[in-house]
C-alpha cells in the first residue's frame, strides 16, 4: 500500500508569502482583502477564531476532507466553509456530485486549473484514486504556478466569500417560504 502524506512545508517557509499569508506580489498588495490582512471585515462571526485564518495564510489550494466519503448523496460540513471564507481555492474528499451541490448554492469552483471530473465518479475506489493523482498533481506545481491560479481565481474566491456570508439569509428565506407552503 502507497502511503501519501501531503504537506508542503517549502510553502511554509517560502519567501513567497509574507506575513500576511499572501503573496508578496499577489493578493495583499494588489487588493488589500480585509479577511487576508485580518481587519475587520463587518462580519464578526468570520474572522480568525473562527475559521482558522493563521492556518491558512500558508496555503493556496486546501484539500478539504468531508465526514463521509462513501455516501450515497453529497453531504457537506462547516470543512468546506474554512477554504471559502479564507479565500482559498479546494478539492473536496467527499461523497460524488458534492461540487454539483455547491454549485446549486451559488458557489463556484475552479476548474480547469484543479480537475474536478472526481466529482462525478460513482465508484468510491475509482474517485479517490482519481483524486489522489490530481492531489499528486497540485503538490508538485511550483508555487508561482499556484501564486498565479489564486491570482487568477480571485473573483470567484470573492463571490463564494459573498454567497456564503449570505447563504444564512437565503436558505432561512427557502424555509420560511417553504413552511408557509404546508
Not at 92 to 107: M, S
Not at 125 to 140: G, H, S
Request: aromatic share 12%; no cysteine.
Amino acid at each position: 500500500m502507497k502511503v501519501r502524506i501531503y504537506t508542503n512545508t517549502k510553502t511554509r517557509n517560502n519567501e513567497n508569502w509574507n506575513t500576511y499569508g499572501t503573496f508578496q506580489t499577489g493578493i495583499h498588495q494588489k487588493y488589500k482583502d480585509p479577511i487576508i490582512t485580518g481587519e475587520s471585515a463587518g462580519h464578526d462571526k468570520i474572522g480568525t477564531k473562527h475559521f482558522q485564518q493563521q492556518f491558512y495564510q500558508k496555503i493556496g489550494i486546501d484539500i478539504v476532507t468531508e465526514t463521509v466519503f462513501d455516501y450515497p448523496y453529497p453531504s457537506i460540513t462547516e470543512k468546506i466553509l474554512r477554504p471559502i471564507l479564507n479565500k482559498r481555492m479546494f478539492l473536496v474528499v467527499g461523497p460524488a456530485y458534492t461540487l454539483q451541490f455547491l454549485k446549486t448554492k451559488g458557489f463556484q469552483t475552479f476548474s480547469p486549473f484543479i480537475n474536478e471530473d472526481y466529482d462525478e465518479i460513482h465508484d468510491p475506489i475509482d474517485r479517490m484514486n482519481f483524486l489522489l493523482q490530481e492531489i499528486d498533481r497540485l503538490v508538485t506545481l511550483p508555487i508561482d504556478s499556484i501564486r498565479d491560479a489564486v491570482l487568477n481565481y480571485k473573483s470567484v474566491l470573492d463571490s463564494n466569500f459573498t454567497t456564503v456570508v449570505n447563504l444564512e439569509k437565503l436558505e432561512l428565506e427557502d424555509l420560511k417560504d417553504r413552511l408557509s407552503k404546508i
